[in-house]
């Protein structure tokens, strides 16, 4: 197998779930002939046509709504948000009726939509191009939100999630999108939500980390190696539902658990699974729970060495592993 960047995953799992059902639809902002900023779409309005790749204007509630709308009414869309910075004006769509529609109707409307954003910084894009909005939503009953940190998971989890009778978040880390790389198998089928995967087993510390911040921190469990120590990695994949059994096993066999995420660090995702360890395992511990994460300021500055600064990558993982070694 050839290694794929993170992209053709993704693009891959839309061109094969386009052929496979009819139903599925692709709606967003310059999708169609450009193929989308980030070039996911590549190649599909050709396929299949302006009926099922439909270019919308830039207008992220009407896009959400739209996708709401038509997945209601027996499709199953994929809503394309530009950058996540920008799905704030769909905020009342995706929370308030996308994910409580089922609810509300009594299970007599599900909601078959995935809505994909490129998040995250390290590409020089500023306040709102940068974002990390995760925490956001994983927040909101009904909503699946699941986050690819391989080029296989890409593929198998966007599967997942166009299948699934319920609306997903798919969010991607949009600086991976061509660095990280790794094989594809041809038969790449769904990869079930809610199943954390250890990248890399260890005895010494757990880090936990999801998209762009699991690369890192296995370069970092890299390093660690060569200074004798052991690290277990676990890519969470889904942060909702999140796979708690999973992530507190990991933590129990090592005794220390390092949390990586890239967004703020106060009241960020890491903070829920810092809380569900030192409710569940707080006996298991053999050291404080550590976060590494970016300053509470509003996102990444556009200039590159500020950038660097605000953004955690393997040197400050490798930092926090070094902390909790010492314990």
Do not use: W
């Amino acid at each position: 197998m050839a290694d794929k960047t993170l992209i053709e995953g993704i693009r891959e799992a839309l061109d094969e779930e386009m052929a496979r059902d009819e139903r599925v639809i692709v709606i967003g902002t310059d999708i169609g002939v450009r193929g989308g900023v980030f070039l996911a779409t590549q190649g599909l309005y050709a396929k299949y046509g302006p009926n099922r790749i439909l270019d919308a204007p830039l207008a992220e509630s009407s896009i959400v709504g739209v996708g709401i709308g038509a997945a209601m009414n027996g499709l199953r869309p994929v809503c394309e948000i530009q950058f996540a910075d920008f799905i704030h004006p769909a905020y009342n769509q995706i929370a308030n009726e996308a994910a409580r529609m089922f609810y509300r109707t009594g299970g007599q409307y599900p909601v078959p939509m995935v809505i994909r954003a490129p998040y995250g910084g390290g590409v020089g894009g500023g306040l709102y191009h940068s974002q990390s909005i995760e925490a956001t939503f994983a927040h909101v009953p009904g909503l699946k939100v699941v986050i690819p940190a391989t080029p296989a998971d890409a593929k198998g989890l966007l599967k997942t999630a166009i299948r699934d009778n319920n609306p997903t978040l798919f969010l991607e880390p949009k600086k991976g999108y061509r660095m990280i790389r790794g094989p594809i198998p041809e038969d790449q089928g769904c990869v079930p939500f809610g199943e954390a995967r250890v990248s890399r087993p260890g005895r010494d510390l757990t880090v936990l980390a999801y998209g762009m911040m699991h690369f890192y921190a296995l370069q970092a469990a890299e390093s660690a190696a060569k200074e004798g120590l052991d690290v277990e990695v676990v890519d969470l994949r889904t942060l909702n539902p999140l796979d708690s059994a999973g992530v507190l096993a990991s933590v129990r066999r090592t005794g220390k658990a390092l949390i990586a995420y890239e967004d703020n660090k106060f009241v960020g995702y890491g903070a829920e699974l810092a809380a569900q360890i030192a409710e569940d395992a707080f006996t298991a511990l053999d050291a404080p729970l550590l976060r590494v994460a970016a300053p509470d300021a509003p996102a990444a500055p556009y200039s590159h060495p500020l950038q660097d600064a605000f953004l955690p990558g393997p040197r400050a993982i490798l930092d926090g592993i070094r902390t909790l070694a010492r314990y």
